[in-house]
Nanobody, 127 residues
Framework: VQLQASGGGLVQAGGSLRLSCAAS????????MGWFRQAPGNERDFVAA????????YYADSVKGRFTISRDNAKNTVYLQMNSLNPEDTAVYYC?????????????????????WGQGTLVTVSS
């Protein structure tokens, strides 16, 4: 599975961005997909995840109600719609894929459960 994240950029506080993660690989559609972010000097933190069917989603408390993860398996793409952005959302955002047969819902927030990672896209929110 290969992942390519895009859509980052500079936005003012209160604004919106939509990140995309293009996936390839014949088994991609069976993978649970997640977004993580890493600010300078910080650990890579969980943001959101979506199961391979798209039926279930999971969010970090810090983004609930502001971010929405979705997937379009026909387009081999996962999205992260980010609204009401604030400067604390500034980070490099990474998409990742986890084996749906192995990862449990309670572990979706653990980066160790993800097998494949994209290269990251930078989001900068100005105040």
């Amino acid at each position: 599975v290969q992942l390519q994240a895009s859509g980052g950029g500079l936005v003012q506080a209160g604004g919106s961005l939509r990140l995309s993660c293009a996936a390839s690989g014949r088994t991609w559609r069976s993978y649970t997909m997640g977004w993580f972010r890493q600010a300078p000097g910080n650990e890579r933190d969980f943001v959101a995840a979506i199961t391979w069917t798209g039926d279930s989603t999971y969010y970090a408390d810090s983004v609930k109600g502001r971010f929405t993860i979705s997937r379009d398996n026909a387009k081999n793409t996962v999205y992260l719609q980010m609204n009401s952005l604030n400067p604390e959302d500034t980070a490099v955002y990474y998409c990742a894929a986890a084996n749906s047969m192995r990862v449990s819902y309670s572990d979706l927030g653990l980066k160790e459960e993800y097998d494949y990672w994209g290269q990251g896209t930078l989001v900068t929110v100005s105040s």
